[in-house]
């Protein structure tokens, strides 16, 4: 991990970025708070050419997505420009449609057509990567619905995006999926989760009970190119909670300068 190979993931600030005004705002907040790029995901209908527009004008690199799966299926074309317009090469999918998720058979159906697509995105030198929650810990026959994912899918066409915090929300040790995932996640996110009146909720980067230095520890060893902040909920401002993650990650970096 290093400074410029943080990234803000803008679905935190959904309802901040709805349109082109607030993308260009979020857009130059995020970089005079030291974000040196972003991922795009949850913003509003803004054509892709304005978006790309706005990242030059604020100097972020746009360093993965997240697209609709019906996208993905019939108007991957339309989906491939868009990435090669951005210069960002890692397709994201934020969870697999409903359908896909009822049985470990759905699972490695999912597995499989995900891998069709991320094979005609491989051909483009695009890289498809799924994001998890922690509904994919759940168990089918004595496997949870990662590992079928994982041992089922094309390893050259299918990566990975795990979100630490659901990891860790399934019952999953962050660290160890690090590496159960190697070669395959180039791309991390990374939040905190705290005990609030007895119910875990989201937290800031370093201001909970994880343990985000083995996590990037992890992360490190495994070759992840791009590690993306994101806040589901937060319970202050937005780019307070931004600025928090971020300075608590600047601060490790400068932590491990000084040893």
Known sequence: MKRSTIAAQMYTF?????????L?????KLKKMGYDAVQVSGIGPIEPRKVKELAIQNDLT???THIPYDRLKDDLDAVIEQHKLWDCKYVGLGMAPETFRESADSYRAFAREASEIGRKLKQQDLQFVYHNHQLEFEKYDGRTAMDILLEESDPEAFGFELDMYWV?????????WAH??????QVVHLKDMEIVDGQAV?????HGNMNIPAIIEACRA??????VVEQDVCRRDPFESAKMSLDYLHGLLQREKTL
């Open 14 to 22: 959904r309802e901040q970025a709805k349109d082109e005004k607030g």
């Open 24 to 28: 260009a705002d979020t857009f130059s």
């Open 62 to 64: 746009i360093c993965a």
């Open 168 to 176: 860790q929300a399934g019952g999953g040790d962050p660290a160890q």
């Open 180 to 185: 159960k995932v190697k070669g395959r996640m």
């Open 202 to 206: 989201f937290a800031e980067v370093g």
């Open 222 to 227: 495994t070759n992840v190119e791009w590690y």
